[in-house]
């Protein structure tokens, strides 16, 4: 059975710090790619930044500079450094693996910016 456990987020004030965690289990790991996604309450959901197999990351532009992806393959944990926080950040993020046709979600986990 898949599973992607996400973890960290929170209530932080604009200009702060958040890392975020998401576990994999019953997949193998180092195979997938990874990515982090977000959706805003009336926004479609969109890619905020993506980790292949082989390390080579991609951001969207609103994070390029404040996000970094990265990953674990001992941990089986693909995590996000969230810097810089703004109020426009705010969503529920998801953690996805993804490899040729194989996709999972996780259950996502809230980030509210706010003072």
């Known amino acids: 059975q898949v599973q992607l456990v996400e973890s960290g987020g929170g209530l932080v004030q604009p200009g702060g710090s958040l890392r975020l965690s998401c576990a994999a289990s019953?997949?193998?790991?180092?195979?997938?790619?990874m990515g982090w996604y977000r959706q805003a309450p009336g926004k479609q959901r969109e890619s905020v930044a993506v980790?292949?197999?082989?390390?080579?990351?991609n951001y969207v532009d609103s994070v390029k500079g404040r996000f970094t992806i990265s990953r674990d393959n001992v941990k089986n944990t693909v995590y996000l450094q969230m810097n810089s926080l703004k109020p426009e950040d705010t969503a529920v993020y998801y953690c996805k693996a993804f490899a040729g046709a194989d996709g999972y979600w996780g259950q996502g986990t809230q980030v509210t910016v706010s003072s």
């Open positions: 980790i292949a197999s082989d390390g080579h990351t």
């Open positions: 019953g997949i193998m790991f180092r195979i997938y790619s």
